[in-house]
Every structure is written in structure tokens, then in C-alpha cells.
């Protein structure tokens, strides 16, 4: 792996994490350039990237795939959306071992009852979760699993309801279990050796009165999940989040942003019958290069394989 540190030496040393969402390695690199401490391997977005289908379809041996990829090109630790880990103790086992092996610092092991799409945002009902008892079990799988990796587990329960409705949450009577109920979860994935806890539909406007609850009630390292903006403001600061007690962050915005530029130049270049559009965009130093990437290693390397191969055939 590449990584330069880990998620667990971040938080020990008291460094805030912000670990926006990336889906592949070129994401993964962008993230990197533009001075982030951590990366998120979002589930949704790698699946819209590798399959164009929401969350809930993928396989493992895909996630397994992207993350071995992710992990062994980025210098910066990568945490792993691991949906519902395999929904069973032992399938959980074998999906995060694996995962911790091929690279992965931490993984989210969430409660919400796969059905093949992406559930607990679109229109979750309280039929969606599985009971706690399961969720914690699977908690403590993926607990047992990652021992003496540098792998942490993060307990993520979906079951509260609400959230910020700009985003597509669920919101409404009788779609989630509630806060009290979150909590509790929460306070069990802690309890079967879960190091950091998160619990989803709290980042919206006005959200601090959970957010005090949460930190007062629930141990250890805690993720805030989403940071959004209402009307042009933001939901929250990070400054107010580390004052809160709150120790990691996320957020989406390489999906979108990529969509973003490949709309904009590829419809240019089809209105203009040409490409100087997208080529003279020489933005942030990169000329006419079309990749975040460069290749001075893999050049001398190669270079070295020619001098071998030319001395082997000359001796």
C-alpha cells in the first residue's frame, strides 16, 4: 500500500479528518493534489462509475477490486464504505478481512437491509434496518476481522430518518427509528469493539442539538457524515465540528464534479467541431496533459528494463 499514514495515527495525534468521496483512482489523486488528509471509496459513487447503478448491487469481489487499486496509488489512507459488510456475522468477517488486507484503514459496517438500491436515502421505512442485535454481531465481526491491521472499524447506523432533504434523505413520519434509537446503536457497535461511531441523517441545517446529544452520550472517535450547505450557507463550520467533539468528515463532490467538466467540454467541442475548447483549458498548471498523473517513475523504470534486457542479450 501507499498510504504515507493511517486513520488511526491521524486521530491519536488529534488531527481532524476530512475524507471527501472519491470512486476511482483518478478521483483518488485529485483529492490528493488539492491537500485532503484521508479519501472516502464512496459505495454509490464506485458503482455509478463501474456499473452506472446506485448502491446495493455491486459485488464484493468489486469493492475488494477498486479498493487492492485505490489503496496502492494513493499516499493518503482510505477509508471504505462498506455498506452492510455481507448482512451476515460471517460474511462481514470475510469481506472486511479482505478488505483490510487490500489496503483499506477503516470501514463503515452499516445496519440498513440491502434490497439492491440504494435504500436508507431514497424511501427507507422502518421495515429497512436490521434489528441491532444483528447489526452489532456484524459490528464485532468486523472488529475480529481487521485485528492486527491498521484497520479500524466505524459502526454506521442509517436508522435515525431525516436528514437533509436537498440531498435526496429520507425525511418524514415513519421512516426512520429516531435519534434515541440511533444512539443506542451507536453505543452497541462501541461496545462490540466499533472504534469510531457514525450515525447518518444528522448532517442537515440546525443540526447541533443532535450533534451535542450524540457527543455527550457516545464514545469514542465520531464521524459526521455529508457536510451540506442550505440556501448558500453552510450546514455546519469545521471549526464548529471540532468544537462539538466530532473527529472525521465527508463530503461528495468529485462525482458531480467530473460530470461537471465532461459535460462542459465534450458538449463545447460538439457545438464548436473542434477540440480547441478543452485543449487550450490549461488550468492548475496541467498544459495540454489530460491526466492528474505523471509518469517520471514509471519511465525510469522502464528505462532500467531496456538497459537490462539489452545487456542480457549482448553478454
Given at each position: ?12 495525534k488529534?488531527?481532524?479528518i ?6 476511482d483512482?483518478t478521483s ?7 491537500g485532503?488528509?484521508?479519501?472516502l471509496?464512496s ?7 463501474m456499473?452506472?447503478?446506485p ?6 469481489e468489486?469493492?475488494?477490486?477498486a ?5 496502492h ?6 477509508i ?12 462481514v468477517?470475510?469481506n472486511?478481512?479482505?478488505i ?9 459496517i452499516e445496519?440498513?437491509v ?5 435504500v ?5 421505512s422502518?421495515?429497512d434496518?436490521?434489528?441491532a ?10 472488529v ?9 472499524i ?13 440531498i435526496?434523505a ?5 421512516t426512520g ?9 451507536a ?12 450515525i447518518q441523517n444528522i ?6 442539538a ?8 457516545v ?5 459526521y457524515?455529508?457536510?451540506?450547505a442550505?440556501d448558500?450557507v453552510?450546514?455546519v463550520?469545521i471549526d464548529q465540528?471540532k ?5 472525521l468528515?465527508s463530503?461528495h463532490?468529485?462525482?458531480?464534479g467530473?460530470?461537471k467538466g ?12 473542434n477540440t480547441?475548447?478543452s485543449?487550450?483549458?490549461e488550468?492548475y498548471?496541467m498544459?495540454?496533459?489530460f ?11 522502464d528505462?532500467?528494463?531496456?538497459s ?7 553478454q
Amino acid at each position: 500500500m501507499s498510504a504515507k499514514t493511517t486513520i488511526r495515527a491521524l486521530l491519536e495525534k488529534g488531527e481532524f479528518i476530512w475524507s471527501p468521496c472519491i470512486y476511482d483512482c483518478t478521483s483518488a489523486r485529485v483529492v490528493e493534489l488539492c491537500g485532503y488528509n484521508a479519501i472516502l471509496l464512496s459505495s454509490c459513487e464506485m458503482e455509478y462509475a463501474m456499473n452506472g447503478t446506485p448502491a446495493g448491487v455491486a459485488s464484493w469481489e468489486e469493492y475488494i477490486w477498486a479498493t487492492e487499486r485505490i489503496a496502492h496509488l494513493s499516499s493518503l489512507p482510505l477509508i471504505v464504505d462498506g455498506e452492510d459488510g455481507g448482512g451476515k456475522p460471517m460474511l462481514v468477517y470475510r469481506n472486511c478481512k479482505r478488505i483490510a488486507e487490500a489496503g483499506a484503514m477503516a470501514i463503515s459496517i452499516e445496519d440498513s437491509v440491502s434490497r439492491g438500491i440504494h435504500v436508507d436515502y431514497i424511501y427507507a421505512s422502518i421495515n429497512d434496518y436490521m434489528d441491532a442485535e444483528l447489526w452489532a454481531t456484524n459490528v464485532a465481526a468486523a472488529v475480529d476481522a481487521v485485528k492486527g491491521t491498521d484497520c479500524m472499524i466505524i459502526a454506521r447506523t442509517n436508522c435515525k430518518g431525516d436528514g437533509a432533504p436537498e440531498i435526496g434523505a429520507i425525511s418524514g413520519i415513519g421512516t426512520g427509528l429516531g435519534l434515541e434509537e440511533a444512539i443506542r446503536r451507536a453505543i452497541m457497535g462501541t461496545q462490540a469493539g466499533a472504534e469510531i461511531t457514525m450515525i447518518q441523517n444528522i448532517c442537515h441545517k440546525d443540526c447541533k442539538a443532535e450533534c451535542m446529544e450524540i457527543v455527550e452520550r457516545v464514545p469514542g472517535y465520531r464521524f459526521y457524515p455529508d457536510i451540506h450547505a442550505s440556501d448558500g450557507v453552510p450546514d455546519v463550520t469545521i471549526d464548529q465540528l471540532k468544537q462539538w467533539g466530532f473527529h472525521l468528515l465527508s463530503n461528495h463532490a468529485a462525482m458531480k464534479g467530473a460530470t461537471k467538466g465532461m459535460m462542459e467540454y465534450n458538449l463545447k467541442n460538439f457545438q464548436n467541431q473542434n477540440t480547441v475548447y478543452s485543449e487550450n483549458d490549461e488550468f492548475y498548471g496541467m498544459g495540454h496533459v489530460f491526466t492528474p498523473f505523471k509518469f517520471e517513475n514509471w519511465v525510469e523504470l522502464d528505462k532500467r528494463y531496456i538497459s537490462y534486457e539489452k545487456k542480457l542479450r549482448n553478454q
